[in-house]
């Protein structure tokens, strides 16, 4: 069974600092790998994919996160963090496999906080 | 963009009454999905729909939950005996392949009381 782990459910950072989002799986082969954001009352929005082209993969709003097989790892960074970044981020994997289902197992999500 | 529009965004219920959660997916999107997220706990999947029929549903998918899609566009979630612990947003996606990411809707937030 695949498994997606976030270390640190919170993580709180100033405006115009980096922002560091760290997102492990665990998956018998390389997944499909997703990172979704959700606004306050929002639903989750797409973020980025990887689906085993690039490594580093760039997304929407300047993010953008590389795959690394070797540490399992699939972090989400941004250079320099916007006060409009405020926001849970959730890291989610796809079994490759699939068949007819192609579900996502989500990690229990980071609550990114920025300060001015 | 497309959107995967969900309606109605909140619904109050009574404990034992049954409610239907609707979803009109993306048009040429082939997998359908039902996930729900109890407050401040992470989104869990609930079923998943292909073809007009389930191919895969979650232990917590007993039941109680049905789902159909009646004419081609709608996508529905029924709980036909909604408890305490049904609360929850309960989230409806879509897609047209794995590697293309799933679209979202915004959410029906229930509340059984």
């Known amino acids: 069974a695949q498994s997606v782990t976030q270390l640190g459910s919170h993580v709180s950072v100033s405006e115009g600092a980096l922002v560091l989002l760290r997102c492990n799986y665990s998956?018998?082969?390389?997944?499909?790998l997703f990172w979704y954001v959700q606004y306050p009352n929002q639903g989750l929005q797409l973020l980025l994919k990887?689906?085993?082209?690039?490594?580093l993969v760039k997304g929407i709003n300047g993010f953008e996160a590389e795959f690394k097989k070797s540490e399992t790892s699939f972090h989400l960074t941004k250079p320099s963090a916007h006060m409009s970044d405020a926001a849970e981020y959730f890291c989610?994997?796809?079994?490759?496999?699939?068949?007819?289902?192609?579900?996502?197992?989500f990690g229990k999500g980071t609550l990114l906080t920025v300060n001015p | 963009e497309p959107e995967v529009t969900q309606t109605p965004s909140h619904q109050v219920t009574q404990m034992g009454q049954e409610v239907i959660l609707r979803c009109v997916p993306i048009?040429?999107?082939?997998?359908f999905y039902w996930y729900r997220q109890i407050l401040g706990q992470k989104v869990e999947f609930l079923v998943s729909?292909?073809?007009?029929?389930?191919?895969?549903k979650s232990e917590i998918f007993d039941d109680q939950f049905s789902v159909e899609r009646p004419d081609g566009s709608n996508f529905t979630l029924k709980i036909r005996s909604t408890k305490l612990e049904d609360s929850a947003m309960y989230f409806c996606?879509?897609?047209?392949?794995?590697?293309?990411?799933?679209?979202f809707g915004s959410g029906t937030r229930l509340t059984v009381v």
């Open positions: 729909f292909y073809n007009n029929e389930i191919s895969e």
């Open positions: 998956s018998s082969v390389p997944p499909y």
């Open positions: 996606a879509s897609t047209a392949h794995s590697n293309y990411g799933y679209t």
């Open positions: 048009s040429n999107h082939l997998y």
């Open positions: 989610a994997v796809s079994d490759r496999s699939g068949g007819s289902n192609y579900k996502l197992t």
């Open positions: 990887y689906t085993s082209a690039a490594t």
